[in-house]
């Protein structure tokens, strides 16, 4: 026996419901089917979302035991193997306002998402006989991202929305900027680069988990950084964001390999981060920083290689 146990809200209150199982029912099942059978023989009140079942609309996101899946691409199988136990909780999306049990609102995210302009705005010189033709390499390019089937896992388990969200997007909404800027055919990638800025594109975590719980593989993570350096190539460079960028970049590159985090916080926030001496100092104390290292430090070993590897990455940006 196996028991599924349920975040409900009914528009009022949030509480949870069990199931119970018998495991020849759900064995080879998709937890999606487990859904739709619970629905269909125990309670007809349950409502979640659902429509392709085959891992296409993105409609069936939800979480299992606090970690986001599509419920028609995750076998009930593998979820006991997974957690070792016959309890698992479904419970909604996080960081989405929730509607209904496992249903969630998509109002505010579509938003954002038109916000950074998804469509393709084509270069004016396309001529009505050629369309807005893009060869094979270059629809390559962005094929990875047109994978994203706005599932909404990626926002689920992104930390930064959870910490708060009024100041930074859905992460697939800056893949899909990504996107649009690196389609060969669109006509300005800051079209879709500024909204990312307004939105937050800054404000990344760098949690890696959007990275983590794609289903499609895709990594929002590096959608962002890459971002960042289109907008910053772009002239973009003004702001704490792009000051705490070059500052890395300074001290791995042109300095010791070592992260500074005196200068770090100097270069990106200025004299404003003297407010924050008081930490700097119990950093010291508790061993966080050493002292002889807060204006410089010996050359890590291996520096050169370092140095080759990102100009090695650079050069391979610009192809
Ligand atoms: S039902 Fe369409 S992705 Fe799961």
Request: net charge negative; with cysteine; proline share 3%.
């Amino acid at each position: 026996m196996a028991t599924l146990i349920i975040d409900r809200f009914d528009g009022k209150k949030h509480y949870e419901r069990s199931y119970s199982l018998a495991d020849e029912d759900i064995s080879g099942k998709t937890l999606l089917n487990t859904l739709l059978l619970i629905k269909q023989t125990q309670d007809p009140t349950l409502n979640f979302t659902a429509s392709c079942r085959c891992a296409i609309c993105g409609a069936c996101g939800v979480r299992i035991n606090g970690h986001a899946v599509l419920a028609c691409d995750t076998k009930m199988d593998e979820l006991f193997a997974t957690y070792g136990a016959d309890i698992l909780r479904v419970s909604p999306l996080a960081n989405f306002t929730v509607i209904s049990d496992l249903a969630v609102d998509w109002e505010p995210s579509i938003d954002n998402l038109r916000k950074i302009h998804p469509g393709l705005a084509a270069k004016s010189e396309f001529s009505p006989q050629d369309g807005c033709r893009q060869t094979q390499e270059e629809f390559d390019r962005i094929k990875k991202q047109w994978d994203c089937i706005l599932c909404g896992c990626c926002a689920s388990e992104c930390n930064k929305l959870t910490a708060d969200r009024s100041d930074y997007m859905e992460p697939f909404v800056f893949t899909h900027a990504w996107r649009a800027a690196h389609d060969s055919r669109s006509k300005d990638p800051l079209l879709h680069g500024k909204p990312a800025v307004a939105g937050g594109l800054w404000n990344c975590v760098h949690c890696q988990e959007c990275a983590n719980r794609c289903p499609k593989g895709i990594s929002s993570a590096d959608d962002i950084a890459g971002l960042r350096a289109m907008v910053m190539a772009k002239g973009m460079t003004e702001g704490e964001g792009p000051a705490h960028a070059r500052s890395f970049y300074t001290d791995l590159v042109e300095g010791s390999g070592r992260l500074n985090e005196v200068r770090l916080a100097l270069r990106t926030e200025g004299v404003s981060t003297l407010a924050r001496t008081g930490m700097a100092i119990t950093l010291l104390r508790r061993g966080k920083m050493n002292p002889l290292e807060v204006f410089g430090g010996e050359t890590i070993e291996g520096h050169d290689a370092l140095v080759k590897m990102i100009e090695a990455a650079h050069a391979s940006e610009k192809e």
